[in-house]
């Protein structure tokens, strides 16, 4: 079940960088990476008043590469667990600022959150690719649903509100970005239930052999 676990995170960081506002021009396509910075010029967003948060745009790249991180702390071969986890590092400072906003980031008000949020991904990645080996099934199961749960549906239902701006602005169509996205999150959140109904049933099944052998003595 890793490498399927593997595939979705790569569908759905994939799914990050393609586009979500699809257009025939490609300068014209917004991709998730794209909405993170392009929703903060609308009027909407300036005022407060959308409930939207443009650093939720960001969260399949938070998760996916903690995701990989997991799946590296879990693996016996170094040479793969260090492609994930270089893979991770690669991915994870995607939602930094470029230079020379980066230098003054942890503090410039426009960027705290992100910056903030982004080394905490990068903390939580590097802990579990190397010292994850131990983490419970069931946790892991747990996790993939939520984080499968909140990339389907948290950055997509922003990007539903900001649609209706967009396009007031030239003609878009749904992208096959957002599509791999939801598809790939709904899918590793199914995965989740699956790990998760499969280690209570192995758990179950260990109890009764126990019982049955203590029964036998």
Same mark, same amino acid.
């Given at each position: 079940?890793?490498? &399927?676990?593997?595939?979705?995170?790569?569908?759905?960081?994939?799914?990050?960088?393609?586009?979500?506002?699809?257009?025939?021009?490609?300068?014209?396509?917004?991709?998730?990476? !794209?909405? $993170? !910075? @392009?929703?903060?010029?609308?009027?909407?967003?300036?005022?407060?008043?959308?409930?939207?948060? +443009?650093?939720?745009?960001?969260?399949?790249? @938070?998760?996916?590469?903690?995701?990989?991180?997991?799946?590296?702390?879990?693996?016996? $071969? @170094?040479?793969?667990? *260090? =492609?994930?986890?270089?893979?991770?590092? *690669?991915?994870?400072?995607?939602?930094?600022?470029?230079?020379?906003?980066?230098?003054?980031?942890?503090?410039?008000?426009?960027?705290?959150? %992100?910056?903030?949020? %982004?080394?905490? #991904?990068?903390?939580?990645?590097?802990?579990?690719?190397?010292?994850?080996?131990?983490?419970?099934?069931?946790? &892991? =199961?747990? *996790?993939?649903?939520?984080?499968?749960?909140?990339?389907? /549906?948290?950055?997509?239902?922003?990007?539903?509100?900001?649609?209706?701006?967009?396009?007031? /602005?030239?003609?878009?169509?749904?992208?096959?970005?957002?599509?791999? %996205?939801?598809?790939?999150?709904? #899918?590793?959140?199914? *995965?989740?239930?699956?790990?998760? +109904? +499969?280690?209570?049933?192995?758990?179950?099944?260990?109890?009764? +052999?126990?019982?049955?052998? $203590?029964?036998?003595?």
């Amino acid at each position: 079940m890793a490498k &399927v676990a593997c595939v979705l995170l790569l569908v759905i960081v994939a799914g990050y960088f393609g586009p979500w506002a699809a257009h025939p021009a490609a300068g014209l396509n917004l991709s998730a990476d !794209d909405l $993170s !910075d @392009w929703v903060k010029f609308l009027p909407m967003v300036k005022t407060g008043n959308s409930g939207l948060i +443009r650093e939720l745009f960001f969260i399949s790249i @938070w998760l996916a590469p903690i995701g990989l991180g997991m799946l590296a702390g879990r693996s016996r $071969s @170094w040479l793969i667990k *260090l =492609a994930l986890l270089g893979l991770a590092l *690669l991915l994870v400072f995607t939602p930094l600022p470029k230079y020379p906003e980066l230098l003054t980031a942890y503090q410039a008000s426009e960027f705290v959150p %992100t910056f903030w949020i %982004t080394i905490g #991904s990068l903390v939580i990645t590097v802990g579990v690719g190397l010292f994850g080996s131990r983490t419970p099934d069931r946790l &892991v =199961a747990a *996790l993939w649903i939520v984080f499968g749960l909140s990339i389907a /549906l948290i950055a997509p239902l922003h990007f539903i509100k900001v649609l209706s701006e967009i396009e007031r /602005l030239y003609p878009v169509s749904i992208g096959w970005g957002l599509i791999a %996205t939801v598809l790939g999150g709904l #899918s590793l959140s199914m *995965l989740g239930v699956w790990q998760w +109904r +499969r280690s209570v049933a192995l758990r179950r099944e260990s109890a009764s +052999r126990r019982e049955t052998a $203590s029964r036998r003595k």
